[in-house]
C-alpha cells in the first residue's frame, strides 16, 4: 500500500501518546527497557516469579524509586517469549535438542512453565504499570542475530529464518551481520508484520516499540545499497502506524509507535532509517537514538537530531539512550554501571533530564535503584564524580563514521577531542589514561593547552574502571586546575616516547 492514512499522531503528539499511562506525561521521561529472556532466567532462582504475585512484586521494585515513567517489555528474539501464534515460542522443541548445553534453557523452560499457567507476565506488567503512573510499551526486537553466526540452530533460532536462507543478507556469509534477514524482501516484511499485528492485538500497552538495534543490518548489503533501498522500510512503518492506529480505535487511546536507532544520524540514514521522513509523516511518536552494545556515546549530537525532528514534526520526541557495555575500541568492554560516575558523566552530555536505560535490569542492585529513584536527574548527577571517557559512535556502516579515536600510538604528540560538560560545583579536574606497552616514564600531556598542577599519579587498573589490567598496561591521573576544564569539547595532548609497541587505549576526564 503506498497510500498514507491520516496520522492521529501529527495531531496528538507524544503527550498523549503516554498519557494513557497516567501521570508518565508529566514527568521527565525515564524509559526502561526489560530484556526477553531476562526476568525468566532469573525465575530459575526464585520459583515464586513465576506466580503472578511474583510478577506484579518485580514491577512493584522498579516502580518503588519512582523516577521511572516508561517501562518497554520485549517479547521477542527471533523467537517469542509467549505462546505466539504466528511465530514459534522459545520454548519449541527445546526438549529434542542436545545443542552444546542450550537444552532447557531456563528462558525456554521458565517462559513454558507461565504459558501452561496461563500467566502472562506482560499482560500483569501493563495493567500494574498504568496502577503506578508509568506507561506500558511493548518492544519488538526487529531483526534479533543471536547466534546467526552459528553453523547449527540453537534455541533461540526460529525454523522459519533457519530453513529460508534465500531471504538473508547474504546467504554465503559467514558472520551474524550476513546471516539476519533482509528487509528488501516482501517475505520478511511480511514475517514480521505478523508478529506486529499479534502484538497489538494481544496487549493493552501504550505504543509498540521497533527496535531496530537488534540488528541494524536490515537491508541489503553493500555500500550506499541500504541507503537507496529506505523506501522499503518507510513503508514498513506506515504498515506498523497503520495497525497501531487500529489498536487505538479498538482500545479508546492513543497507542504510539517507538522506533530505537543508532547515535549519529549520517549512519542511521545509510542503514535505511529514514526517521526524519518517519516523523514528517507523523509515522513514529517516539525516536530514542541508543548505542547496541558496546558504549555509550559521550559525544551524541542530541541538540542536531531534535532540530532534526522538530524541523519534520515538533510533536515527535526524541530521548537518548545507552545501554549495559562501556568501551573506548581499545580495551576490553566492561560493565558501565560498575562506576556509577560513567552513566553520570553520560547523562551530563546528553544533558536534558530524560534517559532511555537499555538493559537497566541487568544492572547491579545498587545502580538500577539508583536510575530508578532518578539519580540522574541533572541536579544531582552536577554535585557527584563524573567520568568523561573517550568512546565513539557505535554500529555504523563504516568506520570513519564511528568518530573512533583510539588507539593512538606513542610515538609523538596526539590531540584527543573528549566531550564533557562543567557543572556548577566543580572543584577538581583530572585527565586519566590508559597505556599498554609503555616501559618509560609517564608521558606529558596538557588539558587545552594548559599544564597540569603536579607530576601524574599512577592509577590502580582493574575490569572496572580503565578496561582489564594487562601485563604491559599502566594508568596515569593528571591534576588540573577546574580553569583549564571547558564545557563541551575538550582537546588532551599526548606526548610520550617514540616506540612503535606504546599505545594510548583509554583517555578520560573526571570532574569531582
Known amino acids: 500500500m503506498n497510500a498514507i492514512v491520516p496520522i492521529l499522531t501529527c495531531q496528538l503528539g507524544f503527550a498523549l501518546a503516554t498519557a494513557h499511562g497516567g501521570e508518565a506525561a508529566s514527568r521527565p521521561f525515564l524509559g526502561i527497557n526489560e530484556d526477553n529472556d531476562r526476568y525468566l532466567l532469573a ?10 504475585a511474583g510478577i506484579r512484586d518485580y514491577f512493584d521494585s522498579v516502580a518503588a524509586g519512582g523516577a521511572v515513567t516508561h517501562f518497554f517489555m520485549c517479547v521477542n528474539g527471533q523467537r517469542t517469549s509467549y505462546g505466539s501464534k504466528v511465530w514459534e515460542p522459545i520454548w519449541l522443541g527445546v526438549n529434542d535438542r542436545n545443542e552444546y548445553g542450550f537444552t532447557n534453557n531456563a528462558w525456554c523452560v521458565n517462559a513454558k512453565i507461565l504459558h501452561d499457567r496461563g500467566i502472562d507476565p506482560w499482560r500483569i506488567w501493563c495493567a500494574r504499570a498504568r496502577e503506578k503512573g ?5 518492544s519488538m526486537r526487529m531483526n534479533d542475530g543471536h547466534y546467526a553466526d552459528f553453523d547449527y540452530k540453537v534455541h533461540r533460532n526460529e525454523t522459519f529464518w533457519w530453513e529460508h536462507r534465500e531471504l538473508w543478507r547474504n546467504p554465503a556469509g559467514p558472520y551474524m551481520c550476513d546471516r539476519v534477514f533482509d528487509f528488501s524482501k516482501p517475505a520478511v516484511r511480511d514475517h514480521a508484520l505478523a508478529l506486529v499485528k499479534e502484538i ?10 521497533l527496535d531496530w538495534l537488534r540488528q541494524v543490518h536490515c537491508l541489503s548489503p553493500g555500500r550506499g545499497v541500504a541507503r537507496s533501498q529506505s523506501g522499503v522500510l518507510t513503508e514498513f512503518i506506515r504498515d506498523c502506524r497503520r495497525e497501531a492506529e487500529a489498536a487505538s480505535r479498538r482500545l479508546g487511546h492513543h497507542v504510539g509507535i517507538s522506533v530505537r536507532v543508532p547515535t549519529f544520524r549520517e549512519g542511521v540514514i545509510e542503514w535505511g532509517f529514514d526517521v526524519e521522513t518517519w516523523a514528517r509523516e507523523g509515522l513514529v511518536d517516539l525516536v530514542v537514538v541508543c548505542n547496541a552494545y558496546n558504549t555509550p556515546d559521550y559525544n551524541m549530537d542530541l541538540p542536531g537530531w531534535k532540530r532534526t525532528i ?11 539512550g545507552t545501554d549495559i557495555g562501556i568501551t573506548s575500541g581499545a580495551v576490553k568492554r566492561f560493565d558501565v554501571w560498575r562506576d556509577f560516575a560513567l552513566l553520570r558523566g553520560w547523562a551530563a552530555t546528553v544533558a536534558g533530564g530524560e534517559y532511555y536505560v537499555f538493559n537497566a535490569p541487568y544492572f547491579g542492585k545498587d545502580a538500577r535503584e539508583a536510575i530508578y529513584r532518578g539519580d540522574l536527574a541533572p541536579d544531582r548527577i552536577e554535585r557527584e564524580r563524573r567520568r568523561f571517557p573517550i568512546t565513539y559512535h557505535e554500529s555504523m556502516p563504516r568506520r570513519e563514521l564511528g568518530g573512533v579515536q583510539l588507539p593512538v600510538p606513542l610515538d609523538g604528540r596526539h590531540v584527543l577531542r573528549v566531550n564533557a560538560a562543567k557543572g556548577r560545583f566543580d572543584s577538581r579536574v583530572e585527565v586519566v589514561a590508559r597505556f599498554d606497552g609503555l616501559h618509560g616514564g609517564p608521558p606529558t600531556v596538557t588539558l587545552n ?31 588540573f586546575a ?8 575538550n582537546d588532551v595532548m599526548i606526548a610520550g616516547e617514540a616506540s612503535p609497541c606504546a599505545k594510548t587505549t583509554w583517555v578520560e576526564i573526571a570532574v569531582r
Not at 134 to 138: L, N, R
Not at 200 to 209: A, F, I, P, Q, T
Not at 310 to 320: D, E, G, Q, T
Open 200 to 209: 497489538l492485538g494481544r496487549w493493552d500497552c501504550d505504543g509498540l516499540e
Open 310 to 320: 522538530a524541523a519534520a514534526n515538533p510533536k515527535v520526541k526524541v530521548v537518548p
Open 449 to 479: 593547552g594548559m599544564p597540569p598542577l603536579s607530576a601524574p599519579s599512577k592509577v590502580a587498573l582493574d575490569s572496572v574502571t580503565y578496561g582489564a589490567a594487562k601485563d604491559d598496561a599502566v594508568a596515569y591521573s593528571w591534576p
Open 482 to 489: 577546574v580553569e583549564a576544564f571547558r564545557d563541551g569539547m
Open 43 to 52: 525465575a530459575a532462582k526464585d520459583p515464586a516469579a513465576l506466580t503472578e
Open 134 to 138: 508509568i506507561s506500558p510499551w511493548i
